[in-house]
């Protein structure tokens, strides 16, 4: 009993519950189980006990009290940080809807010129097809203009419109084809099928001459490099995506060696882009959403070979060093 009676307040265990529900009763529950514990030990002590300790009841309770006001200004504001996030993710995912309705607004009196426009592109300009691609120019600049701004480095670097060449780029996110159009130039895209059947964008996208690709089928495959190839001794650009598919984590991909296979058996140069910011505002698989941000083309210059490997590890080499020098990383 005598050592018992030399026991200290502040030497009393603190129980803790694991809450297996919200933070605010768990915690209530631990300081009552607290608060019962130590009247439990008080009442049992001897009378030497409370003066050999010398902490009164009351400086126990207010201990007890500034430890739960801690503890609940602590979960407090951890909702105010889950509120915060929620409401952001809010506000991306009404920007994503006024985008898009944006883009159907503004496609549907483009696409009726565009349609106007047909034959007489196809008996004057069959191949490049500039006053499509300047239709869809001012398309995508109308479009991103109120969701993000875009900054465009090494612009001298960028070959003339009567150039055909070999365009290839890193590819994070759907806004990539938009932000790319902005440049002017009468490239052609390469694109699954099943994107051609949908209204208004689709059909645009046929009548400026894009090339249809179906994955997985090798036959297709290789009509799609015979086709670029013939467009680009006819006078017209090419577009690639060099890894496939948009990345899911940011970092650049390995690259496929046919759009270097066309500029080597063509002579047309490779003109590698490297873009940022785009996977930032709508990351790939995300589609539904537009994050606040802005984005930065980096136009280098051309290379041109004969070797399609070399040239393939060159314009990786080069875009991988320009994603690396502003934080993104590289597989």
């Known amino acids: 009993m005598a050592s018992f009676s030399r026991l200290k307040p502040y030497s009393l265990p603190l129980v803790t519950i694991k809450p297996a529900y919200r933070p605010q009763v768990a915690l ?47 979960a407090g504001s951890s909702d105010d940080s889950s509120n915060a996030l929620t409401d952001s993710h809010l506000i991306s995912r009404i920007r994503g809807v006024c985008f898009y309705l944006a883009t159907a607004v503004i496609a549907v009196p483009l696409f009726i010129a565009m349609a106007f426009l047909h034959p007489f592109i ?11 691609h300047f ?76 090339i249809p690709l179906r994955r997985m089928d090798n036959r297709s495959q290789l009509d799609c490099l015979k086709r670029c190839m013939y467009l680009v001794t006819k006078g017209a650009s090419v577009f690639f995506f060099p890894e496939g598919t948009r990345s899911k984590d940011g970092k650049l991909g390995a690259f496929k060696k046919g759009a270097f296979s066309v500029a080597a058996k063509t002579g047309a140069p490779i003109v590698p882009i490297t873009l940022l910011g785009t996977g930032k505002l709508m990351p790939a698989g995300k ?45």
């Open 28 to 74: 209530c529950n631990m300081v009552k189980k607290r608060l019962d514990y130590q009247k439990l030990v008080l009442n049992c002590a001897t009378p030497q006990f409370a003066q050999l300790g010398g902490i009164k009841w009351h400086m126990i309770q207010r201990n007890i009290i500034v430890r739960s006001e801690i503890v609940a200004s602590s």
């Open 122 to 132: 196809l008996l004057f300009d069959h191949y490049r097809r500039r006053a499509h």
């Open 135 to 210: 239709i869809a120019k001012v398309w995508a600049s109308f479009t991103i203009w109120p969701f993000y701004k875009f900054k465009i480095e090494g612009l001298e670097n960028l070959p003339l419109n009567t150039t055909p060449c070999v365009y290839v780029s890193n590819h994070q996110s759907f806004l990539d084809i938009y932000t790319l159009l902005t440049l002017g130039r009468c490239f052609k895209f390469i694109s699954k099928t099943s994107i051609f059947v949908y209204p208004i964008i689709g059909w645009a996208m046929f009548l400026m001459g894009v």
């Open 287 to 331: 589609e539904g959403i537009i994050n606040s941000g802005s984005v930065k083309i980096i136009i280098h210059k051309p290379i041109e070979g004969i070797n399609a490997e070399a040239l393939c590890n060159e314009a990786r080499n080069v875009i991988a060093e320009s994603l690396l020098m502003h934080g993104y990383g590289v597989h």
